[in-house]
């Protein structure tokens, strides 16, 4: 059974930084591509960032480039997303996803395994 935890969200104020991890168990992390997604209240679920099974490439949504990185550590079934210089507008709850591909996607319908979310919450 595929479980994806994240954790590290919060509340944080506008220009501060938060770091989610998303650990994972039952697949092999090591081969997988996984992804970052939000949803703001009233919103659609949207891509973040994206990273290869290898971490050698990563994609990010054009609003967060520059602000947020995604990273892993396949010896600890992690990845992560590093976000500075948050603003009120980043207030969502973050979801972890795993694809069984190792490429990159930037589509929710390419990624098969969905953690439960963390709420990040910015003040203003």
């Known amino acids: 059974q595929v479980q994806l935890v994240e954790s590290g969200g919060g509340l944080v104020q506008a220009g501060g930084s938060l770091r989610l991890s998303c650990a994972a168990s039952?697949?092999?992390?090591?081969?997988?591509?996984m992804g970052w997604f939000r949803q703001a209240p009233g919103k659609e679920r949207r891509f973040v960032a994206a990273?290869?099974?290898?971490?050698?490439?990563?994609s990010y949504a054009d609003s967060f480039e520059g602000r947020f990185t995604i990273s892993r550590d396949n010896a600890k079934n992690t990845v992560f997303l590093q976000m500075n210089s948050l603003k009120p507008e980043d207030t969502a709850v973050y979801y972890c996803?795993?694809?069984?591909?190792?490429?990159?996607?930037?589509?929710?319908?390419?990624?098969?395994?969905w953690g439960q979310g963390t709420q990040v919450t910015v003040s203003s």
């Open positions: 996803a795993a694809s069984r591909s190792r490429y990159l996607d930037r589509k929710q319908a390419g990624f098969d395994y």
């Open positions: 039952g697949l092999t992390f090591s081969t997988s591509a």
């Open positions: 990273i290869t099974w290898s971490g050698a490439a990563t």
